[in-house]
């Protein structure tokens, strides 16, 4: 099992998780073939859209492949970008950059992030996981417990 990180819009990243599906890299299927069934997928968002929108610079979903290979999908007369099928996990929030910083392999990651699909640590993908699936700590402090 492999941990890879590819590097979409957060409006794109939206449009996946409710088809159940991934695409990188304009729609490519070399990057895509790389991963495998069993494998995770951590998106990684800069902007909130691909064209105009405002800078994000967080991790927005992931999710574990679970098809054999890439598939072309027409999503139009003039494009015909390939995808995997992918089922995301349940999240609480997305997960700044800001978080992981202090990660050894962070330096390494971030020159990474503009080439759009690359392989990760489980060490890395486990940290933004254990921040995406865990309660904001507000949430938790505003419970009551009746007396």
Known sequence: MKYWVGTVSKEHVLLGKAGGFCQVCHGKS?????????????????????????????FTAFGQITDDKAYPFRMSETFVPYRRDVDYADTYRDCPIEIVRSHPEWKKYAGMLRYGHFEISEDFFRLVQTYMQTAPDDEILQMEIPV
């Open 30 to 58: 070399a990057p895509l073939n790389r991963m495998k069934k069993g494998d995770w997928l951590l998106y990684y968002s800069p902007k909130t859209r691909l064209e105009g929108g405002t800078k994000h610079r967080s």
